[in-house]
Structures are given as C-alpha cells and as structure tokens.
C-alpha cells in the first residue's frame, strides 16, 4: 500500500462545476497536510495547506481534513479551464519529511 | 515572496562524469530539500536537511550526496552518473518541519 494515494484520474469538469479531488493516507501520525498544483513542465506551486480537522477555504478552494479517516481532499468550485493541471497531494508524516502523492491531472473543459 | 533558485533549467552529461545541482534560497528557510520527478513514479525524495551542515537520506539516496555548508544554499552531487538518473530534479525550502514547501524551477538533467 502507498503511503499517500490520489484518485488516479484523470478527472475531467465543465467550466463552471465542482472538481473534487480526494487523497488518503496510511500514516496515523501525519500531521501536515498540503495540495500543491502543477502545471505541464513547471514545478509544484503550493495552493492549500490544512493541519487541523474540518474545512478550510481559501477563495474557489476548500480543503477538508479527515483524521480519523485518514482522508484529505480538495475542492475547486466554479471550475475555469486555468485550473487545469495535475494536483499533488502531500502528507507530513512521524518520519519527518512529505510524502506526495502520484497526483491526479484534472481538465476543466470550456 | 520566497524565492527558490536552481542554478540550471537544462543540463546535459556524460555518463560517469560528477555532476553538481545547485539549489539557493533567499527567505533564511531552516529546511532544504532535493527530490526528483519522473514520469509515472509521482516526486521521490533524495535528501534533506534540516540545519547546516546537517542531512538526511530520503527515500531513493543511492548514487547520490548532498552538502549544506550554508544555510541558504544546498547542493546535490552525483557522484558518478548514469543514464538512470536523467531526470526532472526540483530542490524545495521550507520555514520548518512540517511546513509547507516551496519549490525551484525545476533541473531537467540528461545523462548520455
């Protein structure tokens, strides 16, 4: 099992819907939880970060933290075709370091 | 805003040869990372380091080293290359531990 697993995508919306973006982790430990976004051939740029349980909103994004389940995910409301990029999960765990996930690619169609 | 920076966006080597990636950061960031990133096999994490002069092996550090001599800046070296480690390599900073990381632009790194 990985460490940190994303849906494996891709995902594809409309312009305008809801992209919901869902990662899960195996250590019970973890206490940082971040989504990056990346763009074909650029480098991961950080858009969430999120350490305690519950919601956490930010403009058109909300990151949920589930701890007891071990789930983090994202949502990207009013989806725009600039949104379309790969999103890495990633989890700070006991170890000390991130571990990402392989990232799902998401296509918001105009 | 921080400002991660890698000294090459292109570099390609021979096989065998030693080869230095560069890595500065402007934002006195105590936390300095080097992972590379490949098709199908997500970002993997090669060292890190928490202090000067300090390191730490991550996930994949064979045929790799790393050197902090200052804190701003964080130097990974291969040893001798191989064709295996042509890759896309993104060096990283962050305030702290379990803090959110910021990322250069990326070396994309060719072995022959």
């Known amino acids: 099992q990985k460490e940190v697993e994303q849906n494996s995508g891709p995902l594809s919306v409309p312009e305008g819907a809801i992209a919901s973006l869902n990662c899960t982790y195996s250590?019970?430990?973890?206490?940082?939880f971040f989504w990056y976004r990346q763009y074909s051939g650029k480098s991961p740029e950080l858009i969430m970060f999120?350490?305690?349980?519950g919601d956490k909103e930010d403009g058109r994004f909300t990151a949920q933290l589930n701890k007891a389940s071990q789930y983090v995910s994202l949502l990207i409301r009013d989806s725009q075709p600039s949104d379309s990029a790969t999103y890495l999960c990633a989890v700070w765990g006991n170890a000390g370091k991130s571990t990402f996930g392989d990232g799902t690619t998401l296509t918001v169609k105009p | 805003d921080v400002k991660v920076t890698q000294s090459s966006r292109y570099l390609v080597k021979r096989t065998g040869e030693k080869v230095f990636l560069e890595c500065v950061q402007d934002?006195?960031?105590?936390?300095m990372f080097w992972y590379r990133q490949d098709p199908g096999l997500g970002l993997r994490l090669i060292y890190f380091s928490y202090d000067v002069k300090m390191k730490e092996k991550g996930d994949i550090p064979e045929g790799y080293s790393v050197s902090r001599e200052k804190k701003e800046r964080f130097s990974l070296i291969l040893e001798s290359a191989s064709t295996n480690q042509t890759s896309m390599y993104l060096c990283?900073?962050?305030?702290?531990?379990?803090?959110?990381?910021?990322f250069g632009d990326g070396t994309r790194l060719s072995i022959l």
């Open positions: 999120i350490y305690s349980n």
């Open positions: 990283a900073s962050s305030p702290g531990q379990g803090q959110p990381q910021h």
């Open positions: 250590d019970r430990g973890s206490q940082s």
């Open positions: 934002m006195d960031h105590e936390n």
